[in-house]
């Protein structure tokens, strides 16, 4: 069944209003017809089983048949602080991302990003992760669909390390060690509720003096395993890890 996210003030006790893009969607793609039923989000704290009662000129008016459980966050709240990778691969990671729970992303200008946005540019990029973050909530049947930061210098990330109840970096250099154990232990100190920011280098890592800073800023440097995750590749370690911890294993 299709879903569709709207304002909170497009929805209330009885009725959902949706605007926009989601109307030609509704009407021109999917060409449904009143009766019709669709799942409505509020993006906060509701999701509705709705039926279609009209079409006006430029919105769907929608009466809400019942409220629906929503099963599909993630019991803590993750935030992915990816440092810009090369090429397409932030797509990809807000997309696979997305489908695996992720409640914000935060882009970071990273010491060793070979990629740079300058300021018109990100103004369209965000645009375009937001949209590539909706559709990806839509198709994994999210309740929420998860924030597109503006980019951020690390030190701009580590002045907002309060909003966070754990803060730790995918370091691959604390894994050589042999200890693996930083994830397992932050894991079974969080509590439901709380919330995560993992910071993740780019291709070529973190610098020296990156790590220092994040780790005198209290950020626990943190193994993904014995092998050289690619930077794309790291959030997903991260975000199965935490589904299989919160939601598979207990
Ligand atoms: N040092 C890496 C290398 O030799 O290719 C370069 C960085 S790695 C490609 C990209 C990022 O993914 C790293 O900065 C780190 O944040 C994360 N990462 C990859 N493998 C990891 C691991 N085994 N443990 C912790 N973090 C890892």
Redesign the pocket.
Known sequence: MQRYFVAKEQMNDHMVLIHGEDVKHITRVMRMTEGDQIICSNNFDRVCLCEIDRFEDDQVVALIVEDLPSKSELPVNITIAQ?LPKGDKLDYVIQKGTELGAAQFIPVQGERSIVKWDGKKEGKRIERLSKIAKEAAEQSHRSRIPAIESLHTLEKLIERKNEFDHLL????E??KTGNHKQLADVFAKAESGESLLF????????SEAEAVKLGEAGFTP??????????E??PMYILSAVSYYFELER
Do not use: H, Q
Not at 169 to 172: D, G, P, V
Not at 199 to 206: D, L, M
């Open positions: 440092a970096f995918a370091y691959e604390e894994g910071v993740i280098g780019p291709e070529g890592g973190f943190t193994s993904l395993g014995p092998r050289i995750l690619r930077a590749t790291a």
